[in-house]
């Protein structure tokens, strides 16, 4: 099938739990950085994004983290509902001229129990 | 419109056929792109248009595949003899600006090639 040999990073919560999904990216000169939510049959929808000139930024619900020094993007969720189940892509500026044009990294799968 | 629209839903073509797909971006939004999505995880970009002029190419598979954003026309995305690798989800996204990966993703377009 389809999902053969497909093995994302789950990771499973209770309705009202803090959910922190994690990002390890690869290029030291990406300076822009995105979350995007991915709802099954559906596309990608913008969550937030942060610029490489900061370590912290908040939307309603949601924080991201950036640690140049790592290399490494968080999402912070805070109390998860269960619309929040999705599959969350991180990705990374890839370059040129345009921010449009992105690299996204492996998906997690966020699953909110109720 | 107020969302990015694409057809068909779902394409089914012999290998070797020719497949194309369309999107109509948001009303007002310059830029167009394309990203090629398999197995449900990796997402790749593909091509972006400001208007109806090339934007950055460097993601397209040349041989066979080719793309157009003509005024006044849903943009389309064209591959001629399909290969089975080249079963994926297309999407279309479109943004009002540049300096932002805030992408507006469409439903997407399902490629099936047997």
């Known amino acids: 099938g389809e999902s053969v040999g497909l093995h994302l990073p789950t990771l499973s919560v209770q309705e009202g739990d803090n959910s922190i999904i994690n990002c390890a990216y690869s290029n030291s000169a990406s300076d822009y950085f995105i979350w995007y939510k991915q709802e099954s049959g559906k596309g990608p929808q913008f969550i937030i994004d942060?610029?490489?000139?900061?370590d912290k930024r908040q939307g309603q619900r949601v924080t991201v983290l950036l640690n140049k020094t790592v290399k490494h993007l968080s999402l912070q969720i805070a109390a998860t509902q269960p619309g929040d189940s999705a599959v969350y892509f991180c990705a990374e500026n890839a370059g040129g001229t345009s921010y449009g044009k992105l690299t996204f990294g492996q998906g997690t799968i966020l699953t909110v129990h109720p | 419109g107020e969302e990015v629209a694409q057809t068909p839903k779902h394409l089914v073509r012999g290998e070797g056929q020719k497949a194309k797909l369309y999107c109509a971006p948001i009303k007002g939004h310059s830029y167009v792109f394309w990203y090629q999505q398999v197995l449900k995880n990796e997402f790749k970009f593909l091509i972006s248009f400001q208007n109806e002029n090339v934007f950055d190419e460097t993601g397209m598979p040349k041989e066979r595949f080719s793309a157009k954003c003509l005024p006044n026309s849903p943009c389309s995305l064209e591959i001629q003899a399909t290969k089975l690798e080249d079963s994926a989800v297309y999407f279309c996204?479109?943004?009002?600006?540049?300096?932002?990966?805030?992408?507006?993703f469409g439903e997407g377009s399902r490629l099936t090639v047997l």
């Open positions: 942060i610029r490489s000139n900061m």
């Open positions: 996204a479109s943004s009002q600006f540049t300096n932002t990966g805030e992408l507006f």
